[in-house]
């Protein structure tokens, strides 16, 4: 029998051979060991996700789209991972209807309750999203029944700024994140959280969301921390957030719980008031799934939070990126304000702006905010999709074996020369203006910012929509002295703005 000092000696042996095994078969026995990709990303999933967590992932991932040459269409990010970064891959992986079953990236529970955005199955999100995905998500839902209620907000927003002293200086990045909390808990649960009204973030909602990143973007990207830390139970519990919690995605928990009682307990007992809008707490307890039956308490709970943390800090970033790249180019500025006034003076702009109004008549403006969606995406993540089939999949001119798993990434595409030309990477409204409807449908049709096919996001209408007004409405009424222009920061595959500061002056 082997004695202990013997055992001792023979464990660092081992463990060595379990670790020279492993560098082996992922560099020459895996299925994609013929991929090129730095040799530190095709080892191990860790180098990724400590590029995450220090928010490096866009630089990262757009340096190594310009490393490789054009005729290297699929680049080796993580031993199972292939990165895309030509917009010519994204057809072929996110409309696919059989390349609808989604990565590893998803299975965090970070986030709370499964919800429709990690449904990992594609049958089990196709059947979620046919009971969700109704008209109450498109343009004319919104104009008609909620436009009104979005104008309000913009109001007070509009009535905070001019109250402010011309010499204070103000963080609009946080502000323009907060209106959008508030639309998302107005169109969620019926009434705004006060976030505008009180100037604050509410139960730290954004700033809790955003500490949850850089945990949710490392346990996302590294394999063998999800299979150690979060297969537990016990160990989830203790990691991620509960719902005893008194601020952030815990306290959201609560709230979505305890709010869909409620509204159960009044449809019950025919308590509601009379003529109230619908709000989407409404629409999830109307979703019925293929046999008629409502969705499960989880789905319920689920899909109410996942409104507020898909909708709430993502289009905060939209409307805060895009003013920060006006501000930055005054030229693009003044034609802007100068297309306003020129609407204005025709009588062809509410207070506030309609979205109709800014679609119509500022196609300058227009493009100044798919240029900062497009530069700026707020949810510059790594949407994996895993290749199910038998015989692997062509994707870019590039056979993927099966089992692999294949991603693109808004931040990378958003600036492939091969489809926006040399100047890929500068703020040029006018790209979106020229004569050349081909390529101009060519560009709307590659735009990853709000993902594409079967998984795109559920609430664009709703994040253009508050594009649309509170941007031209804000740039109309004020002038804004850039303080300091802040930075566009990616941590998990999330973006916000920080220290974008301004003073603002309201125009007479
Ligand atoms: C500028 C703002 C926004 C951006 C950039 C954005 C981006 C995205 C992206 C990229 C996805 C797809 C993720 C994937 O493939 O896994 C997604 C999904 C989703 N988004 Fe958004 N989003 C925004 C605003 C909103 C708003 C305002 C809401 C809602 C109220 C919302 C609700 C959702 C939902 C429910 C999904 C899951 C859809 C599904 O899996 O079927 N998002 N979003």
Not at 257 to 275: D, F, V, Y
Not at 331 to 354: M, N, R, Y
């Amino acid at each position: 029998m082997l004695s202990l000092s013997h055992l001792l000696l023979l464990l660092p042996i081992l463990l060595l051979y379990l670790l020279v095994r492993r560098i082996l078969t992922t560099l020459f026995f895996h299925p994609l060991s013929s991929f090129s990709g730095p040799l530190y990303l095709r080892l191990t999933s860790v180098p990724l996700s400590i590029i995450s967590v220090l928010r490096r992932e866009p630089e990262v991932l757009l340096s190594l789209s310009k490393k490789y040459p054009p005729s290297t269409r699929a680049i080796r990010i993580s031993p199972n991972l292939l990165f895309f970064p030509h917009t010519s891959a994204l057809k072929p992986i996110y409309w696919s209807p059989t390349h609808n079953h989604k990565g590893s990236l998803y299975g965090t529970g970070a986030l709370g309750p499964t919800s429709l955005f990690s449904t990992i199955s594609a049958d089990d999100h196709k059947a979620l999203r046919k009971s969700l995905g109704g008209s109450q998500w498109s343009f004319s839902y919104l104009k008609n029944e909620q436009e009104s209620r979005i104008d309000n907000l913009v109001t007070l927003l509009v009535t905070q700024l001019s109250n402010l002293n011309p010499q204070h200086v103000v963080k609009i990045d946080d502000k323009l994140a907060q209106f959008a909390a508030d639309v998302m808990t107005l169109l969620t649960f019926g009434k705004p959280w006060g976030f505008i009204a009180h100037d604050r973030d509410e139960k730290r909602l954004l700033a809790a969301f955003r500490e949850s990143l850089p945990f949710f973007g490392f346990a996302a990207r590294c394999t063998s921390f999800r299979e150690l830390f979060l297969a537990s139970s016990l160990m989830r519990s203790l990691l991620l957030p509960t719902l005893d919690d008194k601020t952030g995605s815990g306290y959201l928990g609560a709230q979505a719980k305890l709010a869909i009682a409620q509204r159960e307990r009044e449809r019950e007992s025919q308590l509601e008031e009379e003529n109230r809008v619908k709000d989407y707490l409404d629409y999830t307890l109307d979703a019925r799934d293929s046999k008629g039956n409502p969705l499960t308490q989880a789905e319920k709970e689920g899909q109410v939070t996942l409104l507020i943390q898909a909708g709430a800090d993502t289009t905060g970033t939209a409307l805060g990126a895009t003013l920060r790249f006006m501000l930055q180019h005054p030229d693009c500025l003044d034609k802007a304000k100068q297309e306003i006034a020129t609407a204005e003076e025709k009588g062809l702009l509410s207070t506030p702006v309609l979205y109709e109004e800014t679609k119509q008549h500022l196609p300058y403006f227009v493009g100044c905010i798919k240029e900062g969606l497009r530069l700026n995406p707020p949810a510059p993540n790594l949407f994996g999709r895993v290749i199910l089939e038998k015989e692997g999949a062509m994707i870019d001119g590039v056979h993927v074996p099966q089992g692999a798993e294949v991603c693109s990434q808004s931040y990378t595409v958003g600036r492939d020369p091969e489809l926006y030309g040399p100047d890929a990477e500068a703020f040029k409204p006018e790209r979106w203006l020229g004569d050349d409807e081909k390529h101009k449908a060519e560009m709307e049709a590659a735009s990853f910012v709000f993902s594409m096919g079967p998984r795109i996001c559920l609430g664009k209408e709703i994040a253009i929509m508050e594009l649309y007004k509170v941007l031209p409405e804000i740039v109309r009424r004020f002038d804004f002295e850039l303080v300091e222009a802040g930075k566009y920061v990616v941590l998990g595959g999330v973006a916000h703005n920080r220290g974008f500061k301004v003073r603002v002056r309201r125009r007479t």
